[in-house]
């Protein structure tokens, strides 16, 4: 049999998996630090408290356990590998492989010439972190509604970074702030959302038809949108800007980059500025190591570097696995070709802006449909997966 590794479970990890699982020339195997696939592009939904934890985060052992072949899943963090030897190494164990897979995804970097903003930023890469902020600013909400003494005290929310992320945040955020006022009452409505941004504009890179509809919507929403503002220091309760101004806050989200996360390793590959892997146009980094997803630099025919997305993380999985199953049958394998369908920003509530195939263009509810339904056929297939490997796995104990 041949051993393929895969390390990293998030969107481009399980589809590998997915598509080689039952190819009978293969034994898999899934390295993940957590025991759960984290849906980060849900992350919005859950700080703001629309989503659930079951919403967010699915169980990888029940996930691999609802194939009708064997995936063995091993919870650990990978933390080198030996590619003369072909092995990879974690805390406890050594593992051999014959080709592997680095899906490892990124973290939020917290750009250290920001001083401060690693102590007192929230990030939303992990599950744990993510988890933290909800935790806090439900704990917020809930003192507006109970406590008196903070009733009528503005409460700023400053979302550092105006990407993707970031703009989705700020408006879920809101929507949820302008939906708690029903509730909760007036009080909610001291609570402002702010979303800053070095460059000139939000959503940088982006078609001037995603970034006009968002920018409309963002002011429909009541946030106040500070581009061309570069934050240089934060504390405890004020975010310092590098030409002189100041912006007092509670909670500080930061989304304005990312890090690679990469895994020590005997041949020293090149790294990008972002610390993503630089590749060769067939995704590898040795012969029988191929990188997908946020960690590597992937680019288009055009040879502009792509923005990290789930979306690409996918293809360049399903590339990956298939690459591998020819090279198994020693036929040629062809370079990626990277191409962006479409994107769809989630802006707050049952309203989304999003452009297919770059002549699509939709605004407001059929384009939060439309992404309702991307999400929703993701999560409904990784569901079935656990649902069916939850029952495998409690039958299978019962019989014991
Ligand atoms: C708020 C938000 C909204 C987003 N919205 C969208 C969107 O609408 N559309 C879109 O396409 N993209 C979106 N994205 C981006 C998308 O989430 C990422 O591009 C995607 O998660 C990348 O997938 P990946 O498989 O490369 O890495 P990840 O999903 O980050 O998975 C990496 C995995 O590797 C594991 N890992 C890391 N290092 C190790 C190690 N050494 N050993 C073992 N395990 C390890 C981690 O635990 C993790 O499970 C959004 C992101 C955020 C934060």
Redesign the pocket.
Known sequence: MIKVAV???????LRAIEHLVGNEQVSLYL????SY??L??E??GYIAGRFDLHDVALDLNNWCHGFKYPITFIKE??EYINSSKRSIQTASSTYDYDYLII????RTNFFSFIDGMDKYGYG??KLFRSHSFRTSFEHLLYEKLENPSIQGQTINLAIGGAG??GV??AAEMSDVIKRHTKSIGESAKEIKVYLIDASETILPGMSPYIIENTKNRLNDLGINIMTKSFIERVDLDTVYFKDGRKLDYTFMIFTGGILA?T?ECDINPSLNRTNQYICDTTLRIEKNIFVI???CEIKDKKQNILP????I?EKSAEYAASSIEKLIQNKEIQPFSANVDGI?VALGGKYAVGELFSYIKVKGYLAYYLKKLITKSYYIGLKFRLNTGFKKRTMSEGEE
Do not use: R
């Open positions: 390390v990293g479970a998030g969107y481009g990890g390295f993940d630090e957590n696939h984290y980060q592009t992350a919005y963090k990978v899906a490892t995804g990124a939303v890469k993707l992320s989705e945040i996360n895994i997803g946020d960690c990290p997305t789930a979306q993380a769809f």
